[in-house]
């Protein structure tokens, strides 16, 4: 079983839909969560990242994260053709031990907002 | 413009040739990092560096090899060892100490190299 799971998709949504991309993971010692977009052909770059459980709004972007549950969310409100991409979640723990530094990621999600 | 270059974008290499994966950042970034993406596995660590002159295996490191001589630059080596080097490779680095980035952790990548065996 994989550390972090996350659902490939392909996900297709008319523009303007809200969109929902979900992480699961086992590793009860990942304290930073983050979410990557990447555009096709190119390197993923941050989109948003949260410490620990809770809620962080940016823009049309939500990010949630539910320790309890091991579960991450990224909603995206007013989906435009702009963000279609693979978006992929990422995780690690906190300073110290053999995970410091090191981002364990999921297997990424393909995004497309058709107009 | 500071940022991470890889080199080269496309690269084709016959079975049993070594091919070498340029990366560069003038970041001023301590660690430097290389994943692997194959599509629906996500990005999968092959090496780290966190300083000059040391390196550390990630979890797929077979059939590579790194240096580090210089901070800027962490190069990396598909041998012909590696059993299955069709992918994308991208590099990534960290901000180093006292960098709101350093806290979270956040990578910084490339544009990424893909490399076709032949």
């Known amino acids: 079983q994989k550390e972090v799971e996350q659902d490939p998709g392909p996900l297709s949504v008319p523009e303007g839909a809200i969109v929902s991309l979900n992480c699961t993971y086992s590793n009860s010692a990942f304290q930073y969560f983050m979410w990557y977009r990447q555009y096709s052909r190119k390197g993923p770059e941050l989109l948003m990242y949260t410490y620990s459980s809770g809620n962080k709004e940016d823009g049309r972007f939500t990010a949630q994260v539910d320790k309890s549950s091991k579960y991450i969310s990224l909603f995206i409100r007013d989906s435009q053709p702009s963000d279609s991409a693979t978006y992929l979640c990422a995780m690690r723990g906190g300073a110290g031990g053999t995970s410091y530094g090191k981002l364990t990621f999921g297997q990424g999600t393909i995004l497309t907002v058709h107009p | 413009d500071g940022g991470i270059t890889q080199s080269p974008k496309y690269l084709f290499r016959k079975e049993g040739q070594n091919v070498t994966l340029s990366c560069e950042q003038n970041l001023n970034h301590d660690a430097m990092y290389w994943y692997r993406q194959d599509p629906g596995q996500g990005l999968r660590l092959i090496y780290y560096s966190q300083i000059v002159n040391d390196f550390q295996k990630g979890d797929i490191a077979e059939g590579y090899s790194v240096s580090r001589e210089k901070k800027e630059s962490f190069p990396l080596t598909v041998t012909s060892a590696q059993k299955n080097p069709t992918a994308f490779y991208l590099c990534?680095?960290?901000?180093?100490?006292?960098?709101?980035?350093?806290?979270?952790?956040?990578?910084?990548f490339g544009e990424g190299s893909r490399l076709t065996v032949l």
């Open positions: 990534a680095s960290r901000g180093s100490f006292g960098t709101p980035g350093r806290i979270t952790g956040e990578l910084f």
